[in-house]
Nanobody
Framework: QVRLVESGGGLVQPGGSLRLSCAASGRTFNNYCMGWFRQAPGKEREFVAIICFSDNSTHYTSSVRGRFTISGDNSKNTIFLQMSSLKPEDTGLYYC????????????WGQGTQVTVSS
């Protein structure tokens, strides 16, 4: 059974930086994509970024491109989300996700880690 565990959330001022981590266990990850979704209060959950271990390809939602960087350490089955120039609208519960390449649906979800951007 796949398990995703996030860490690194917290409170940060606007313009600041934060790094999230997600450690995965329970399967082989060579043919696997991991990423991040977030959900702000009163809003629907939205895609943030994804990385696929097979070719290290990455994709971002437009609102974070240039500010967030997703990376992965395949040997440790861990991904990171480096967030810079944070804005109040980046506030939300950030979920780590996992899925099979080429399939549109997320198959595995973490419990979430809270990110709050506020002065």
């Amino acid at each position: 059974q796949v398990r995703l565990v996030e860490s690194g959330g917290g409170l940060v001022q606007p313009g600041g930086s934060l790094r999230l981590s997600c450690a995965a266990s329970g399967r082989t990850f060579n043919n696997y994509c991991m990423g991040w979704f977030r959900q702000a209060p009163g809003k629907e959950r939205e895609f943030v970024a994804i990385i696929c271990f097979s070719d290290n390809s990455t994709h971002y939602t437009s609102s974070v491109r240039g500010r967030f960087t997703i990376s992965g350490d395949n040997s440790k089955n861990t991904i990171f989300l480096q967030m810079s120039s944070l804005k109040p609208e980046d506030t939300g519960l950030y979920y780590c996700t996992g899925q099979t390449p080429g399939r549109p649906q997320v198959e595995h979800w973490g419990q979430g880690t809270q990110v709050t951007v506020s002065s």
